[in-house]
């Protein structure tokens, strides 16, 4: 309930008007008024919007006069005050509306829809109606007798007037009509038809003896009796009769329908309905393992730095178990009362992981995953409001569950960069997020990986954060041996076979002649496509930035993603002349070709995004993989995520310069991290791995930093040139694309912007504007403005504060009214 005085309400609105409206509230309405409550409202002139309570104060609007709150759909609040909160920050953080976080946030099942229609109340009995009807509501009700459900604007039609409001008011209060939002009725809960014996027959030997004498001679309706005993074993448990079963699975083996029919008309069954969930009860199975010497340590570390701080970074290598901790830390959380959410990269979550988790928690554990249908998903939301699921584990959408007493955020694999959403906005980074929303519930936030990304680990060195280290594998197991094979030097010596060195083919057979498993892998994210020397390994870089060209075609230039540089792409190789160069780019297909090629005795899969489109390709492949079925796995980044498989002692990289030419300034940690992922999926067991490298510059640095393991090193040596050069953590950044389906207008936009911006009395570099990469998608030429900001202060709220007023009136000008500008806070 509200506190008096306070008359206004700030009201989020759905998509497509995304932003929170001043509205009055009327004293009737008063005691009803709930932060987070559904209201009706107007919109403009003709528009009934549902939206959502953000705020309430006694502040009238200055630009316009606040309408009424028409009505208030909801006793309890659909969303709670902290959810409310981490909408308004992330609003903020990520330059977007808050009506576009409230549509992330919400599952389309439970979301508000951009109008709310009338509908007749299916308990309403005209005939016999309480309360008389005047004309006007006769009118109404006329018309919904023919039509399922009328907007506002048909009713103000069909009535020829313009406030319909008390008239349909006045409905509702006669119970004779529904106000209800479209796409809300979205979910559907699941239901199910069960039979169960009649309970009279059920409870009396005697009578069911007399069902089976009649039965005689009718050798189907027999079966299906006694199939159903045998499920629900009435006489050891009478109650048992009271769930039934359900009937598709009674008839499963073959019995027939129609005979289940003839039971039921006979009075031996009866059938009725329930509603059931869609995600399955479980079970818990097994105890947590018991935990290792350093695995204690490391519980008692991260117990001892959340004494004094917000968040923890587990680093933990390859293989140290880390999962084990996440269960120990989740255990207690749990016991004490509070819940837990632990972040997943999107593809790792189907996996061992998931089910890992399941057989300790059981059903109290919820997972939430992009593959999930809505209803699924709405079932995982009203599970955490009703206390069902205590603990979530899900991909990035999941830190937006209707929570209300976190105690702990674990966020596994933090390193990903498919923690970052691209589009549409929120454009959020589901970590960093997590942190605030955590910081929100008083909650405590652990980031795990084998390879922190460099934001975390520097601000784990800055003693932000606690740090704790992880030094060894599990049990016997040890990190895997690198091999670094020379594409170069097998060409001149003619020893390469379908792009595979000759180490490269010697480990392979090796481990396939002792029935071990091997993974190949290639890296997605070359796509964008580069040109490299095949004789000496040179591939243009940037003479302004530390990052390698990318190839465009079109135009038969190399140029720079972040300056803009470019250049004609050479016909013959600066470094040392050679007129060899070409386009790289291979796909995980036709590596798969060549393995069966060379290894014709070897069963091969593939994991890609071709191979595992559908819900289960992926689970699938893993499965067969685990059940040795196959004995090559070639993969692209799917076959990186933490996956844990005994057998596997063979990794190969298959283009190991791919991984190094990212055009970006992250390319070098990117590299790292991936490479050591990768590697870390062998020799998990007893046998030690072996990890080959095949590249055309064995003398990378960053291949000398991987196999020393000196991630401390690296870091520290890419930090001096982020530093130098003005790249986070040392700055943040925002990227901003103007977007036009006219390319002189989208140049002018991009310029306009860009003089505003530079105006803005902050420490900053403003770069740009560029063509973007992909200079035109969908017909939408793009433009990019790359901002550095101080870290230092207000400088990024100020910042923030001033480009959304910029924006604001830019796209108020005749000539920008159709462009798009997109902001990415932190992009990735
Ligand atoms: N205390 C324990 N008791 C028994 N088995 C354990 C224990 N800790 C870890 N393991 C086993 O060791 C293996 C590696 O553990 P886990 O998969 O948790 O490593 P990780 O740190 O998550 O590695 P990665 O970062 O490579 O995914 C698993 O097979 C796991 O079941
Ligand atoms: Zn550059």
Redesign the pocket.
Known sequence: MMESGKNFADIILPVPIPRMFTYKIPKNLASEIQIGARVIVQFGRKKILTGIIGKVHNKPPQAYDAKPILEVLDDQPSVNPLQIRFWVWMASYYCCHIGEVMHAALPSGLRLSSESKVQANPNFDRENAAYPMDEREDKILDALENQAELSYEDCEKILGVKTIHPILKSLVAKEAVLIFEKVQEKYSPKIETRVRIKAEIASDKKALEAVFEGLAGKAKQESILLKYLRDVPVFKNIKLNEKGVDKATLLEEGDSESSLKTLIKNGVFESFKVVVNRIEEMEPEKEP????DS?EQAVAEIHQHFEEKQCVLLH?I???????IYIRLIQEILESGSQVLMLLPEIALTTQIVSRLQQVFGSKMGVYHSKYSDNERVEVWNGVLSGRFSFVVGVRSSIFLPFDSLGLIIVDEEHESSFKQFDPAPRFQARDSAIMLAYFHQAKTLLGS?TPSFESYFNALHEKYGYVQLHQR??EAQLPQYNLANLSADRKKNLLKLDSTRLMREKIQDALSKNEQVLIFQNRRGYSPYIQCEDCGWTGQCVQCDVSLTYHQFAEEMRCHYCGYKEKVPSSCPACGSTQLSTMGMGTERIEESLSMLFPEARMGRMDLDTTRNKYGYQRLLEEFGAGQIDILVGTQMITK?L?FGRVTVVGIWDGDRILNFPDFRAGERAYQQITQVA?RAG?RATQGEVIIQTRNPENDIFEKVIKGDYYEFFRQEMMERKKFYYPPYVKLVKITTRHSDFKTTEKAANALHREMAQIPVKKIVLGPEKALIGRIKNQYQFESMIKLDRSGTTQTSFKERLAEILEELQSRPEFRSVRWIVDVDPS
Not at 318 to 324: R, V
């Open positions: 393992a018991k935990l290792s695995q933990g390859t293989g140290s178990g880390k999962t084990e084998a599990y049990g933490g844990d870390g998990r």
